[in-house]
């Protein structure tokens, strides 16, 4: 009695885990990736003592990439996060604490800051002056940066059609006058 042959299954596995091999191998050949920089940025946040007096903070960040957006962009995320557990009795911010940066984009002298509707969800004139003061002395505080646009859920604000805030704050870009912003 004949045994029936049956074709064996190994050279397929062998065959396919080399094509696995060689496929993976293939993937990894592009650009090696950049290793991250650490940079300083400086944020800006009110001395408690007054409240109205703007006080820089350098903050040390790490950048997947060195450009200037990626510095405004880490600079923009240490102002949210506010004054560090040590700066708290010193320090405070104008800035409603669930506010998110939604995007960043830089077009040198000009940079556009998009952030969620917390930002807007504040009261009295002084509290928005505040809040664009701290965004301005930050924002500008690049050399390449002297007018900052600022829009709300991509929709840009401090306009005649698009006020800022309930307060109806009107600014065509924010910017540094002397030592004073807007």
Do not use: H
Not at 151 to 156: D, F, N, Y
């Amino acid at each position: 009695m004949r045994r029936a042959v049956r074709p064996t299954v190994r050279p397929i596995v062998v065959l396919l885990l080399i094509g696995l091999l060689v496929f993976a191998a293939g993937c990894g050949g592009g650009k090696p990736v950049p290793p991250p920089v650490t940079a300083e940025v400086t944020v800006y946040f009110y001395l408690s003592s007054d409240g109205m007096t703007l006080e820089p903070v350098v903050r040390e960040v790490t950048l997947k990439e060195d450009t200037l957006e990626a510095r405004l962009q880490a600079a923009m995320e240490e102002l949210l996060k506010g004054p560090s557990a040590e700066e708290a009795g010193r320090l405070v911010s104008q800035l409603p604490e669930d506010v998110k940066l939604l995007g960043v984009k830089v077009s040198p002298p000009y940079a556009t800051l998009d952030l969620s509707a917390a930002l807007e969800q504040i009261g009295g004139s002084a509290r928005v002056l505040g809040i664009l003061q701290q965004l301005t002395y930050t924002g500008t505080e690049f050399e390449e940066i002297t007018d900052l646009v600022l829009e709300v859920e991509g929709v840009r604000v401090g306009t005649n059609e698009r006020p800022f805030s309930g307060e109806g704050a009107l600014f065509e870009t924010l910017t540094r006058q002397g030592d004073q912003p807007l």
